[in-house]
């Protein structure tokens, strides 16, 4: 039985052509040979997996090539490759700079490729400057590393740098699809796809996932078997999923997840992916963005019909809510009802139920005091019935039921108030005579006005306050946010005492930065206070002061004088018991 072979060692490139994804530094090194210009000294950096060490062996056996027939000759004589992983004290550097001075036995170069060059001791990298600066004229050296900013600057500054970059997506599965051909194997474009996004730009990760999903489905290498062989979610998934959200179907949405959890998928991974799902369908919207869709063609195509239902506003708060989740996750207790509550608000986007308008600017329970509730009076016209009250002045009442609604009316406008209810009247006092036709009108209006539905009117709260009550509120609103675990927010809020000038709060602010932190905050602590002090007329306005000096800790006696401020009543306890202040 023949010895199996990984693919990424049978389909090793032999020559510059055969490298995938490295078109810039392969013809580099093939112009630099031709015209003679090859530096001594090389370093090879980029991921995993791209190219470093293949591509430095075929330019160690290139350079030896010239005057000889034999495209076999390998010249392995000439070549010599050193872990830096296994071999990086210095003793194994001063037997390389031993051997560096023997000439080559044939061939014209000794080529020396030192791996993962960044593993080597930092006196090994002193020991071998000197030689890598000054090689003899047959010697070539070249170092690959995947950490560049490991190696110290004074090797980087001998060396010619050539950064190798990742395999696109393209380019590993057009060579994907070449491997399979010289193997007989059959495939379908989509499952090429994915095995390459999973390889994450690494040619010889993308050859490893293609022999362990050939040897799960043989010859015939479908898709759907590629899903379930590496347990990604593939774009049907998602597709479906943003069915479900476009037509605000919640429930669905919540069993469709469940159904992923149970197949053993992490929710994390999920909404990473569904984040990265919006994306693709929002560079799907423009034929000028469509290169950007690393997709097969029968993907692009349902892509494309999924990105004409959803709008782009919906499809940039989608990846808005996605996108926050997934930066919550890890520090989430709930992991799963944190995943359920983006898809929620996902599914929510668009819903275009019933919207009922709110009756008040402010709710009835901004305001805990029952002076400051809300009163409910009858608005006595619409405005569309203002005209009408101009031609009810002008008639006299006769009958009864007019003189009642005229009563009725009275008893509203008269009604007693309390310092901050208010009820709005037209202050009407209609006239209606019997010999005319306008009081038969007059009447029918009337008493559709009495039928006038009762509106609720906010009526916002005005009342002074002391600066000294103003800062009591504002410190324990900057003791609650510490509490909250928002130190910084509290140190600003803290950073110095505000001054009240009318109803306006001014604070003090180091710099420009403070300051925009600052007015992420100042919604929420402007209702606070409003509703605190009862005055709605409350404003903060925040100013730079670069001279300002900031808090330093206060002592114990300095605590016991501010608080002696807001309350007075505390010396005159002190000095009642005796008390005394300890630092």
């Known amino acids: 039985m023949e010895q199996f072979v990984v693919s990424a060692r049978k389909y ?24 003679n210009h090859l530096a001594s000294a090389l370093l090879f950096t980029g991921p995993r997996g791209v190219g470093k060490t293949t591509c430095a062996r075929i330019l160690a056996r290139k350079i030896n ?27 194994d550097i001063r037997n390389l700079i031993d051997q560096v001075r023997i000439p080559p036995q044939t061939g014209q170069y000794k080529v020396y490729i030192i791996d993962e060059v960044h593993m080597l001791s930092a006196s090994a990298f002193n020991a071998f400057l000197k030689t890598l600066e000054e090689p003899p004229k047959h010697a070539i050296f070249i170092l690959a590393t995947t950490e560049k900013h490991k ?43 994915i095995i390459a996004q999973k390889a994450d730009g690494a ?7 293609f022999d362990r999903v050939v040897s799960f489905c043989g010859n015939n290498l479908t898709r759907q078997a590629v899903t379930e062989n590496l347990n990604v979610l593939d774009y049907e998934t998602y597709i479906n999923m943003t069915d479900l959200i476009l037509e605000n179907k919640i429930p669905e949405v919540l069993m469709a997840y469940n159904d992923i959890l149970s197949k053993g998928f992490d929710g994390h991974h999920f909404i990473a992916g569904l984040a990265s799902h919006f994306r693709d369908l929002l560079v799907s919207k423009n034929p000028v963005t469509l290169s950007l869709l690393e ?49 929620m608000q996902l599914s929510s986007i668009n819903f275009d139920g019933e919207k009922k308008k709110p009756d008040f600017i402010i709710p009835p329970t901004y ?74 009108r007059a009447k029918k209006e009337m008493a559709e006005v009495h039928k006038l539905t009762v509106k609720e009117v906010v009526h916002l709260a005005s009342e002074p306050f002391t600066e000294t009550e103003m800062l009591e509120q504002w410190l324990k609103y900057a003791q609650r946010i ?76 300095d605590k016991y004088n501010r608080l002696v401020e807001l309350n007075p009543n505390l010396e005159l306890m002190r000095n009642l018991f005796g008390l005394e202040i300890n630092e």
């Open 151 to 193: 190696i110290i600057p004074t090797i980087l500054s001998r060396c010619q740098i050539f950064d190798f970059k990742r395999i696109t997506v393209k380019d590993a599965k057009e060579h994907l699809a070449e491997v399979a051909k010289s193997q007989g194997v059959a495939f379908e474009d989509d499952a090429l796809h």
């Open 367 to 440: 305001y805990r005091r029952n002076d400051y509730s809300i009163s409910e009076v009858k608005e006595p016209l619409a405005k569309s019935q203002k005209p009408l009250a101009e031609e009810i002045q002008k008639v006299e009442p006769t009958t009864q039921k007019a003189e009642e609604i005229v009563d009725k009316q009275a008893n509203i406008n008269n009604q007693p108030t309390t310092n901050n209810r208010q009820p709005i009247t037209d202050n009407l006092q209609p006239k209606v005579s019997a010999m005319s036709l306008a009081s038969i």
């Open 12 to 35: 090793r490139p032999q020559t510059f052509k055969d490298v995938v994804g490295q078109q810039a530094i392969t013809n580099t090194l093939l112009n630099a040979i031709e015209s």
């Open 203 to 209: 040619m010889r990760d993308a050859l490893s996932i």
């Open 65 to 91: 090539q010239s005057g000889y027939d034999d495209p076999n000759e390998d010249f392995a004589f000439n070549v010599f490759e050193l872990d830096a992983a296994s071999n990086n004290s210095v003793d």
């Open 482 to 557: 510490e509490d909250k675990g928002y130190r910084i927010v509290a140190s600003l809020l803290t950073i110095n005492d505000p001054i009240l000038e009318g109803t306006t709060i001014i604070h003090e602010l180091p710099n420009e930065s403070s300051k925009i932190d600052f007015e992420k905050e100042k919604l929420e602590l402007l209702g606070y206070l409003r509703g605190k002090l009862h005055n709605h007329d409350i404003t903060i306005d925040v100013k730079v002061n670069e001279t300002l000096v900031l808090k330093k800790s206060y002592t114990a006696q």
């Open 295 to 343: 997709m097969g063609e029968a993907a692009q195509k349902l892509y494309g019909q999924q990105s004409q239902k959803a709008t782009q506003d919906f499809l940039l708060k989608g990846i808005e809510i996605a996108n926050d989740c997934d930066l919550k996750y890890k520090v989430s207790q709930n992991q799963r009802l944190l995943v359920e509550l983006a898809l």
